[in-house]
């Protein structure tokens, strides 16, 4: 499966952004899709993710923050950011995996990246 993220941007502290994950190639609806994050000088991080029948799991410091959704129709996965913080900046990455999870290493197919930042 192939992925592409778009979305990112320059925003302010207590702004939204919207990113999203189109995926082509192979059948998605059978993926669970990650949104992984990685700043400068830091290891990549998980961040939220959604299982393929639509499950829900995150990282506690966006809990309440951030939503993830997908439709399967459109091959698409959405996640809306709100109330954003200097912390969240940093390159956003989706990722797929067929099984379910919150490690780099059980995603198979990543887009490339697209670049938060939020200033303060």
């Known amino acids: 499966v192939q992925l592409q993220a778009s979305g990112g941007g320059l925003v302010q502290a207590g702004g939204s952004l919207r990113l999203s994950c189109a995926a082509s190639g192979r059948t998605f609806s059978n993926y669970a899709i990650g949104w992984f994050r990685q700043a400068p000088g830091e290891d990549r991080e998980f961040v939220i993710g959604?299982?393929?029948?639509?499950?829900?799991y995150s990282i506690d410091s966006v809990k309440g923050r951030f939503t993830i959704s997908r439709d399967n129709a459109k091959n698409t996965v959405s996640l809306q950011m709100n109330s954003l913080k200097p912390e969240d900046t940093a390159v956003y990455y989706c990722?797929?995996?067929?099984?379910?999870?919150?490690?780099?290493?059980?995603?198979?197919?990543w887009g490339q990246g697209t670049q938060v930042t939020v200033s303060s």
């Open positions: 959604i299982s393929n029948n639509g499950r829900t």
């Open positions: 990722a797929a995996t067929m099984g379910y999870g919150s490690a780099t290493t059980q995603y198979n197919y």
